[in-house]
């Protein structure tokens, strides 16, 4: 399930299992969800991919970027059961870099605090309005070599400065070493029903990372009828597709 994608902050998928539960607000239009819809599939139920899907990593001898579990969330507990293997897969392959995001960050602190953490996984957690800031702190206590945040959809204006330079993980020593992420990734609502996006939302946003010296990735305006963008979303003229480095 899964490989080449259209997602531009990325170059391949990785879809160990599919299928989700709805958390918060930014839950209630899934991409996913709409997608197992149309293969028939429960969403509400993780399901476990096909021996070949589940190991395709193994047989990629190029490095790339590999955004994992697109079509659910790497840290949901029907998934608990499959997680150790595929996290054995993730060491077996250190040309790659996996992209895990979630919506639960606190299950990966509790995976790093038992099984710690490997160097070639970057670990994001979505934040798309200002009440789900907090989750943040929390993704701050996980030592990923690239901690990013996806503001997608982006449902309303974010102050995300003041949760980056602090020592938000509250180890001792520091975990996040001050820097709480490096990227923060920022997407409209699109399809049928698309909640707008406040084109302000996203300016403030780029602002903010470029004072902060923050990678800023705009990835699509969403549901305007005439400023889509689509993969060559533009933000006052110009396409933002910043990335952390790697090392």
Not at 8 to 24: E, L
Not at 165 to 190: D, L, M, R, T, Y
């Amino acid at each position: 399930m899964g490989y080449k994608t259209s997602i531009q902050w990325t170059q391949s998928t990785w879809n160990p299992w599919a299928g989700c539960t709805k958390v918060s607000p930014g839950c209630t239009r899934c991409y996913a969800e709409a997608i197992m819809h149309r293969w028939r599939r429960d969403f509400s139920t993780v399901t476990r991919a096909s021996h070949n899907s589940f190991y395709v990593p193994l047989s990629w001898k190029r490095p790339r970027l590999v955004f994992t579990c697109s079509m659910s969330d790497f840290f949901h507990k029907q998934a608990d059961q499959w997680r150790a293997e595929a996290w054995t897969i993730m060491k077996l392959t250190p040309q790659h870099t996996y992209q895990v995001l979630t919506k639960r960050p606190g299950l990966a602190v509790a995976w790093y605090k038992t099984h710690g953490w490997l160097s070639n996984v970057w670990l994001g957690t979505s934040v798309e309005s200002q009440k789900y800031a907090p989750r943040i702190d929390v993704l701050a206590r996980v030592p990923a070599k690239v901690r990013f945040i996806s503001a997608e959809p982006l449902l309303g204006p974010l102050r995300l400065i003041p949760y980056l330079f602090c020592c938000a993980c509250g180890g001792v020593p520091c975990i996040c070493k001050g820097v709480a992420f490096h990227q923060v990734i920022v997407g409209g609502e699109s399809g049928p029903g698309a909640r707008p996006m406040n084109l302000d939302w996203a300016r403030d946003l780029r602002d903010q990372c470029q004072k902060a010296g923050v990678s800023f990735f705009l990835k699509q305006l969403g549901g305007f009828p005439d400023k889509r963008g689509g993969l060559k979303a533009t933000l006052d003229g110009q396409l933002w597709d910043e990335m952390p480095a790697k090392e």
